[in-house]
């Protein structure tokens, strides 16, 4: 099977796989408004050590952003939440295959 025909056959499967069958969705009259995050909120917990979240990030590379970086992530993840607005780089992924172990099932 040549390199080509797998990319084409992985994009039709991730297609398929995150198609929204919904439709379109009615706009809300009225937007909802919640208090944005603060930056204080963003560091009160970040202690060096701790294992990584869901999103895989150590606390020690958000502490190495500063006091500027952490303000610009915070004012970004406020403007996404406010607007349902993901930028399209946030949106590009990488997907790797594992093959599976001989044997498994």
């Given at each position: 099977m040549e390199t080509s025909d797998i990319l084409?056959?992985?994009?039709?499967y991730i297609q398929e796989?995150?198609?929204d069958e919904r439709g379109q969705?009615?706009?809300?009259?009225?937007?909802?408004?919640?208090p944005p995050i603060l930056k204080a909120e963003t560091t009160n917990d970040m202690k060096n050590g701790k294992a990584a979240g869901p999103d895989q990030?150590?606390?020690?590379?958000?502490?190495a952003l500063g006091n500027w970086?952490?303000?610009?992530?915070?004012?970004l993840l406020n403007r996404?939440?406010?607007t349902g607005n993901?930028?399209?780089?946030?949106l590009i992924s990488t997907f790797i295959t594992l093959q599976?172990?001989?044997?498994a099932t």
């Open positions: 084409e056959r992985w994009s039709e796989l995150f198609y969705q009615p706009e809300t009259q009225t937007p909802i408004e919640d990030i150590p606390i020690e590379l958000l502490q970086g952490i303000g610009q992530l915070t004012k996404i939440y406010n993901i930028p399209k780089d946030m599976k172990k001989p044997g």
